[in-house]
């Protein structure tokens, strides 16, 4: 069955530095994969969308990689912010216009200043 | 201002009942879904409806039905709660862009129902 993994444990990192987030997928050949930020008591916020054919999507401080080979996508948040502090999901959707969006659990990520 | 909104915000409520929850999207979108966000934090889709008709189903107790009045309104009612039911119910919607679908979904605040 369709899996995907993002690392449970938390991420601790201090102001400035890089964020590494990472999703791993089974089982599944995406054609879009997207990155939400959900923040606690709210529901998730779009942030970016990668295709399967783009290897990798920038917007501001954010980077997205995709490697259909390796199966795994990279979140990454450049000179990191207090208030980056969030979990971060990431989704596949397949082909075809259903809209079905498969999650996994969140990374939540904690920046100290 | 609100995008896509949900009510009530807390449900608390018996083993047995019957409860609603209703949700709203001002975005003139033409879909929009139910997902269910357990302890765990896993969010998963159960249901989503394309101006009115249903189009996602997914394995889902049938005590859970949704209804969608208009493409405007995904409301979800509940029928005989569950221990098991507890949980947060996101209300999402999407528009998809020609070409593909990238349906970038609006998520509302979340329900938080919890069964007694």
């Known amino acids: 069955s369709q899996k995907i993994e993002q690392n449970s444990e938390a991420l601790n990192i201090q102001e400035g530095k890089t964020a590494t987030l990472t999703c791993n997928y089974t089982n599944y050949s995406p054609a879009y994969l997207q990155w939400y930020r959900q923040d606690p008591g709210r529901g998730p916020v779009f942030l970016l969308l990668?295709?399967?054919?783009?290897k990798e999507k920038r917007k501001e401080r954010l980077k997205v990689t995709f490697d259909t080979t390796l199966k795994q996508s990279l979140f990454h948040i450049t000179a990191s912010q207090p208030a980056d502090s969030a979990t971060y999901l990431c989704a596949l959707l397949g082909r075809g216009n259903t809209g079905k969006l498969i999650f996994g659990q969140g990374t939540t990520l904690q920046v100290k200043p | 201002d609100t995008a896509v909104s949900q009510t009530p915000k807390y449900l608390v409520t018996q083993m047995g009942n019957d409860k609603s929850i209703k949700c709203e999207q001002n975005l003139g979108h033409d879909t929009m879904y139910w997902y269910k966000q357990d302890s765990k934090k896993f969010l998963k889709i159960m249901f989503s409806?394309?101006?009115?008709?249903?189009?996602i189903n997914e394995t889902v107790p049938n005590r859970f039905s949704p209804k969608s009045p208009d493409k405007a309104h995904l409301n979800l009612h509940i029928n005989s709660l569950e221990l098991g039911d507890s949980a947060v119910y996101f209300c999402?919607?999407?528009?998809?862009?020609?070409?593909?679908?990238?349906?970038?979904?609006?998520f509302g605040p979340g329900t938080r129902l919890t069964v007694l």
């Open positions: 999402a919607s999407s528009h998809p862009r020609t070409g593909g679908s990238y349906n970038e979904q609006f």
């Open positions: 990668i295709r399967e054919n783009e």
């Open positions: 409806y394309n101006n009115k008709e249903l189009i």
